[in-house]
């Protein structure tokens, strides 16, 4: 994969924003950038997650009620930190404020849940073309300064949903979409979304990992300059 931005944003929904934002932004420190409306009844407040975006969709009208994602927790790395903390966001996902260089971590991890560690390794492997990373047990990779990783684990969700509270995807920036999702879905990935282009804001689709987690990917014109 050709990551035009070396990192990896995080995609959360929620129905009760202050208690997010209260949190996010108080509690853990991440600043606020700007809102961006999405269609009616949702609305994304983007804030700066060390050069990755912590987008929280709010919905105005109630969100099912689903099962969680594989996506269970963001490890910030803080200058500073000298031990770790583990705090949850009002939805529920689990948020840990770590040394920097803990597992590797130097900018943000993101833990994803499997049921299958061998099918997933395949997946980013080859489907996302990640390197792999040296880890204790289960396995990382790194999309730039993000790592993520990879734990199998007997309650990951055997088809995640997108609708529901909580921690739903992840979002990668490429320069191609078109090329990089006919990539994904050539080695396994499946197709949630074909490529489309929002105005002359982006060009996105969506895929889903073997357990059925969501990814976007996003190539944006501000990054890459160009939506063709």
């Known amino acids: 994969m050709h990551l035009s931005k070396p990192r990896v944003d995080v995609g959360l929904n929620t129905n009760n924003l202050d208690a997010m934002l209260a949190f996010w932004q108080g509690e853990m420190g991440v600043p606020f950038d700007h809102v961006l ?37 963001v490890l910030i790395a803080r200058p500073g930190q000298r031990e770790i903390r583990v705090a949850r966001d009002p939805e529920g996902t689990a948020v840990a404020l770590v040394p920097p260089g803990t597992l590797g971590i130097q900018q943000v991890g993101i833990k994803l849940k499997v049921r299958d560690l061998e099918a997933h390794k395949r997946f980013y492997r080859e489907g996302l073309g990640l390197n792999e990373a040296a880890h ?17 684990s007997d309650d990951a969700p055997a088809d995640a949903g997108f609708q529901g509270a909580g921690f739903r995807y992840i979002t990668f920036q490429v320069f191609k979409c078109d090329v990089e999702h006919a990539q994904i879905l050539k080695h396994g990935g499946r197709e949630a979304m074909a490529p489309t282009t929002l105005g002359t804001t982006a060009r996105i689709s969506m895929v889903r990992d073997p357990d059925g987690n969501w990814i976007e990917i996003s190539q944006r014109a501000s990054i890459t300059g160009s939506l063709e």
Request: proline share 7%; charged share 20%; no cysteine.
């Open 136 to 152: 204790a047990h289960g396995a990382t990779f790194q999309a730039g300064e993000t790592m993520i990783l990879l734990e199998e």
């Open 37 to 73: 409306p999405i269609r009616r009844g949702q609305k994304q407040h983007r804030h700066d997650l060390l050069g990755s975006v912590l987008k929280i969709n709010h919905f105005e009208s109630p969100l099912p009620h689903a099962a969680p994602a594989g996506y269970a927790e």
